[in-house]
């Protein structure tokens, strides 16, 4: 069974900076695309930014300019670096992956557990 694993959220002041980083584990035949979506206390989960194998990417408007998604095919990890926070980009921060397990298979949304982001003074 595929597993997402997230890590690098934490405690910023506004205007700081933190790397988001997802794993996966077991068995993975393809996988495309991986992508970043938040979930705001009282508000929708949202996507935050996606990319395809072959480096495509999608931002969420709110990000544009100060968040990059990136990832790495050999590892199958996504990362997000987030830079110029703000207090509005308090969230749980969920990594997700379109995946095949093998090629008899069908694709799946996987998602990991969320990782906690606060932008405070």
């Known amino acids: 069974q595929v597993q997402l694993v997230e890590s690098g959220g934490g405690l910023v002041q506004p205007g700081g900076s933190l790397r988001l980083s997802c794993a996966t584990s077991?068995?993975?035949?393809?996988?495309?695309?991986m992508g970043w979506y938040r979930q705001a206390p009282g508000k929708q989960r949202e996507l935050v930014a996606s990319i395809t194998s072959g480096g495509s990417t999608n931002y969420a408007g709110s990000v544009k300019g100060r968040f990059t998604i990136s990832r790495d095919n050999a590892k199958n990890t996504v990362y997000l670096q987030m830079n110029s926070l703000k207090p509005e980009d308090t969230a749980v921060y969920y990594c997700?992956?379109?995946?095949?397990?093998?090629?008899?298979?069908?694709?799946?949304?996987?998602w990991g557990h969320g990782a906690q982001v606060t932008v405070s003074s």
């Open positions: 077991g068995s993975i035949f393809s996988i495309d695309p």
């Open positions: 997700n992956a379109v995946i095949r397990a093998s090629a008899a298979t069908k694709w799946d949304h996987v």
